[in-house]
């Protein structure tokens, strides 16, 4: 990860940490270079995630990092996700990276598994926010004082204003809901979100600092839906028929090599699976 505050604490004992990715001004290449040799040592891969807002020149550094070692062991995501979704995102691959998948697999499931997570927030102002479609009629309700506004940036943009009787669309699943304050104070998205998407447990995490540069402002409050249950996530993931990669040749989900970004040849593509979310038959996870 990119920033500590990404690094959400684990739900159990098994799950892993995760390991930071520093900036340069925080540190040295020389030092980043060995602390990634390091991490290919002792776990033979690396996944690197990180928000799409991050700086270019942490960006810059990451891709530095793995053209010097000439590694395809190092696997890039930039994930298109607010910040608290990235976090979400990033525990749940900690969870899978114990179970019996391999590398490949685990990486080429963050595009798969961030179409299951509902990222939004409760903002004051939406005069800056570029990252969510704004009509011009929300610009302007958006200098009325007091005017907030719902929005879902994730799996389906959506923005709505609050008291107009609209509603965010939430998921068709059983999720907990996670949140993080801004400089913002309101009960919205518990009164209000958390009981309109049935959600089964609502938890708090401080607010990532990526997260007021991805949303445009600090006056706000951000959430994520998730799925709690590990043994759903696992079943979700193996689901989804697995592909060998033409260049690198590890394993892959979906239509892209998540370690080395290559896609899949044609033919394999006309024959890829995908996954079917079926919560009535949990599957066991190894260890």
């Given at each position: 990860m990119t920033s500590a505050d990404l690094v959400l604490p684990p739900t159990d004992q098994q799950t892993p940490t995760a390991a930071?990715?520093?900036?340069?001004?925080?540190?040295?290449?020389e030092l980043a270079l060995n602390d990634m040799n390091v991490l290919l040592e002792q776990h033979g891969y690396v996944i690197a995630v990180y928000p799409a807002n991050i700086a270019k020149a942490h960006e810059r550094r990451l891709h530095m990092i793995r053209s010097m070692l000439e590694s395809d062991r190092i696997a890039l995501l930039k994930v298109d996700l607010p910040p608290l979704g990235v976090a979400v995102l990033v525990r749940q691959l900690r969870q899978l990276s114990i179970c019996d998948f391999s590398a490949g697999v685990v990486a080429s499931a963050a595009r798969l598994l961030s179409h299951y997570i509902h990222a939004g927030a409760l903002l004051s102002t939406v005069t800056k926010l570029d990252r969510v479609p704004v009509s011009l009629k929300a610009h302007a309700k958006s200098w009325v004082p007091g005017s907030q506004f719902g929005v879902l940036a994730n799996p389906n943009p959506?923005?709505?204003?609050?008291?107009?009787?609209?509603?965010?669309?939430?998921?068709?699943?059983?999720?907990?809901?996670?949140?993080?304050?801004?400089?913002l104070q309101s009960e919205w998205v518990k009164?209000?979100?958390?009981?309109?998407?049935?959600?089964?447990?609502v938890h708090e995490?401080?607010?990532?600092?990526?997260?007021?540069?991805?949303?445009?402002?600090?006056?706000?409050?951000?959430?994520?839906?998730f799925?709690?249950?590990i043994s759903v996530v696992y079943q979700?993931?193996?689901?989804?028929r697995r592909e060998i990669?033409?260049?690198?040749?590890?394993?892959?989900?979906?239509?892209?090599?998540?370690?080395?970004?290559?896609?899949?040849?044609?033919?394999?593509?006309?024959?890829?699976?995908?996954?079917?979310?079926n919560q009535g038959t949990p599957m066991h996870h190894g260890s």
């Open positions: 930071l990715l520093h900036a340069p001004d925080a540190q040295p290449l959506q923005l709505i204003k609050v008291g107009s009787g609209e509603d965010l669309t939430g998921p068709e699943f059983g999720t907990h809901l996670l949140v993080a304050k801004g400089q009164e209000t979100i958390a009981p309109s998407w049935q959600v089964q447990a995490a401080p607010l990532p600092s990526y997260s007021p540069g991805w949303w445009g402002t600090s006056k706000m409050i951000e959430f994520a839906a799925l709690p249950d979700l993931v193996s689901s989804v990669c033409a260049w690198c040749g590890n394993e892959l989900i979906g239509d892209r090599c998540g370690l080395c970004s290559a896609p899949l040849r044609p033919q394999q593509n006309q024959t890829n699976g995908s996954g079917v979310l």
